[in-house]
């Protein structure tokens, strides 16, 4: 049950458990009223209103303002820990900075500041592993090897269960996540639990045998059918998005036709021969037809219009008749998150009432070229296809023809450097993924150096003619798939150039309105509150994200009061939901309900992305849904890690390799969870993101463990669930003063 903090109303003061708090509700907009600017908003906020509490705060600049008897008093640590504020680059995109650089003067400019650049995990396998065609039979009846005795794997079950695999784990009560959840187990005899599900049986001869168990009808019940003991290990169970083998061979192979992309990149650089003139042609050829009976002007022969009418092709979809969508006060957002945006940490926030999320970030030219890697960060969870479940704050239908129950949950999030490999993995994502999505979201904000250089991610912001080729184009092959796109405030400090591009996306740009192209036709637009710069550090500046929504208010008026017909743009260009003016999204150091009303009633935006606050306290969600503070107990906590490590057991097996994959993201998440502060020590609301903590005590022995910024505290909090770490196991998180290998 969560210990849900009692919000009481005294006048204008707002307390806590009956403590006064120094935080308001956000004022609301009536109906029609023009919103103040920021800089009105700004004074608003910092005037006092009448019988508000403002409380004595005497702590130290950019720490957490915790109770004083929770406080610990350390004259001098016992082990040197690194407690400067955590780079979190690790929270978007970071992965690539495991690439080697590719600069030739990369090590000149090379800064030692005590962070891993290229990090290894080690490997956590079987001593010997067990041959494939016995990983799934029972031990009298293997499926022949085709390698026979050159085979180098383990045939014998019995002595690779007793020798070469190590002993089943004890945690989550002994038994399998994915067994006790679908009824049966891809992982078959490399279960950690495989105890659970197995048993030895006599045959009528009076030999002992060892078989599998298998859940039949509950198997049947999660939507299983008869299972094909072959290939069981590539049965995701609950995942979907799966890319077939075959068809990811064919892109390695560059055999899988993408005429649509194709097709685009001819003309993406000559917009003048763009798609919309090829399709006029068609009604030329009509014209000049017409013209040989009824008009003195010369008619082309027979052969250049049967020429003209060849040329005619099944139009693409446009932006205007794609499927709509819907961002809204009611739909937090889980924002694109590499390596910590995972599928089992999604599945937890979707549980927890985030409405929409996004796949990890994913390179297009390693999708196009059939990267198993790349591919892998497109499942999704069965819950993340499902239609949403928010209730309209509303009682007319929020957007015209909007289907909530034709909707998802999951889009994809790609970057790239080149027109060309956007739209080839655009149209890859469209017609592959069986489970389909709810958008495609361009990365324009990923602050990565390696990223940055190859011409991606916010790169594409110092590039804006490049970008709005990008998105028209990506538009034009995604079916009915709509185009989305995330951006930063600029790439250099105290010089934003958002505005700009954003007068250039929801407008279009002049060059293409001489080209008759019209708008870019984006269907939402993201605004991260920081510079490329700044990365990670100073708060994200909510009050240019305000600037940036009214600015968008403004073009919408200016677009639907144009009376000049050259930049009267064509209604078929532009995005199908929201009257065809795209939604904005805010996105920055968003860490409770409190900030997320805030910036819905005074920064004008749809709906706000969250990135590590739900990082930090996954129940965000819930708390803007409840609309107050919800001090979680250790235990519920602990519960959420629990519901991490079944997920992850889910997603990428409970044998050894996925006890080890599931191991290791689940420390990477703790490397964030232990900046949390229950909000029952805390002096003041509400938290500030930025802040870090001093040492303090919990209120048990169990909240003190899950505050530790020290790395052995987090081994031993997975420890709890998956058993000893791998002999070969080895953790390094950014900052090596909490890297971890196994002893002994």
């Known amino acids: 049950m969560d210990n849900a903090v009692t919000l009481e109303r005294n006048g204008d003061i707002d307390t806590i458990n009956g403590e006064e708090a120094a935080f308001t509700t956000p004022h609301t907009r009536d109906a029609g009223e023009t919103p103040a600017s920021p800089l009105k908003r700004k004074r608003e906020l910092s005037e006092p209103r009448l019988g508000q509490v403002h409380i004595s705060d005497t702590r130290s600049s950019g720490t957490v303002p915790i109770k004083a008897e929770f406080l610990i008093h350390i004259e001098k640590p016992a082990q040197t820990v690194d407690t400067s504020i955590p780079d979190d680059d690790n929270a978007e995109a970071f992965h690539h900075v495991d690439r080697s650089a590719t600069a030739s003067n990369s090590k000149k400019h090379k800064k030692s500041q005590g962070q891993n650049k290229s990090r290894s995990f080690g490997k956590s396998q079987d001593q010997v592993n067990l041959c494939r065609t016995r990983a799934h039979a029972p031990e009298l009846s293997p499926t022949s090897c085709p390698f026979g005795e050159q085979c180098k794997l383990e045939h014998n079950l019995r002595r690779y269960l007793k020798e070469h695999k190590r002993e089943d784990l004890a945690t989550l009560g002994g038994k399998c996540p994915t067994w006790v959840a679908k009824g049966f187990c891809p992982s078959g005899w490399k279960c950690r639990f495989v105890g659970s599900h197995s048993k030895e049986v006599e045959t009528k001869d009076g030999v002992k045998e060892l078989v599998l168990l298998d859940d039949e009808a509950r198997y049947a019940k999660n939507g299983g059918g008869a299972q094909d003991q072959e290939d069981t290990n590539e049965v995701d169970v609950g995942v979907r998005n799966i890319l077939v083998p075959e068809k990811r061979i064919l892109l390695t192979r560059r055999k899988v036709p993408m005429p649509k992309a194709e097709a685009i990149s001819k003309w993406v650089d000559r917009p003048s021969k763009g798609p919309g003139k090829e399709h006029d042609n068609h009604s030329q050829a009509r014209t000049e037809d017409h013209a040989t009976e009824n008009s003195p002007v010369p008619a082309k022969s027979s052969n250049d219009i049967q020429d003209n009418r060849a040329q005619y092709s099944e139009p693409p979809l446009l932006p205007s008749e794609k ?166 405030m600029g790439t250099k400090d105290h010089r934003p150039t958002a505005q700009k591009l954003i007068d250039r996306l929801v407008l279009g740009s002049q060059d293409a309105y001489n080209a008759g192209l019209g708008p870019s036709g984006v269907a939402a637009i993201a605004l991260h509150g920081r510079s490329r710069q700044q990365r990670y550090t100073r708060k994200a500046d909510w009050e240019y994200i305000a600037e940036c929504a009214a600015l968008i208010q403004r073009l919408n008026a200016t677009a639907n009061n144009l009376t000049d017909t050259i930049r009267d743009p064509d209604p078929r260009t532009l995005p199908s939901s929201n009257g065809g003016k795209p939604f904005f999204l805010g996105n920055g150091d968003c860490y409770s309900h409190t900030h997320y009303n805030e910036h819905i009633a005074h920064s004008g935006v749809s709906t706000v992305m969250l990135g590590r606050g739900a990082l930090m306290k996954p129940w965000i969600f819930e708390e803007i849904a409840a609309n107050q503070y919800l001090d979680k107990s250790a235990s519920e906590r602990l519960g959420y890690i629990e519901q991490f490590v079944r997920n992850g057991l889910e997603a990428w097996g409970s044998d050894e390799i996925g006890v080890g994959n599931t191991r290791r993201f689940l420390l990477e998440w703790l490397s964030f969870t232990y900046r949390y502060v229950p909000v029952g020590l805390l002096e003041v609301l509400p938290p500030n993101m930025q802040e870090r903590p001093p040492a303090y005590r919990g209120r048990n022995e169990l909240e003190t463990l899950l505050a530790s910024g020290n790395y052995k505290d987090w081994i031993k909090i997975s420890e709890m669930f998956l058993g000893p770490a791998h002999a070969d196991f080895k953790f390094e998180p950014k900052h090596k003063s909490n890297s971890y290998e196994a002893e002994g």
């Open 323 to 488: 499927r709509r969508l819907y961002f809204g006060p009611e739909t937090p957002v889980l924002a694109p998150l590499t390596t910590q945006g995972n599928l089992p940490f999604r599945r937890l926030c979707t549980s927890l009432g985030a409405q929409f999320t996004y796949s990890e970030m994913a390179m297009s030219v390693p999708l196009i070229q059939g990267s198993r890697a790349e591919w892998a960060l497109m499942k999704a969870h069965e819950s993340e296809l499902a239609p949403p479940t928010f209730t309209s704050k509303f009682d007319h239908q929020i957007v015209n023809d909007y289907d909530q129950g034709k909707d998802l949950r999951f889009g994809a999030q790609i970057a790239g450097n080149k027109p060309w490999n956007v739209f080839k993995a655009t149209e890859a994502l469209t017609s592959l993924l069986p489970g389909g999505l709810r958008v495609i979201d361009l990365n324009c904000g990923c602050p990565i150096d390696l990223v940055y250089r190859e011409g991606a991610g916010s790169a594409l912001m110092d590039r804006p003619n490049q970008l709005e080729k990008m998105l028209r184009g990506m538009n034009l092959v995604s079916n009915e798939v709509p185009i989305s796109v995330k951006i930063r």
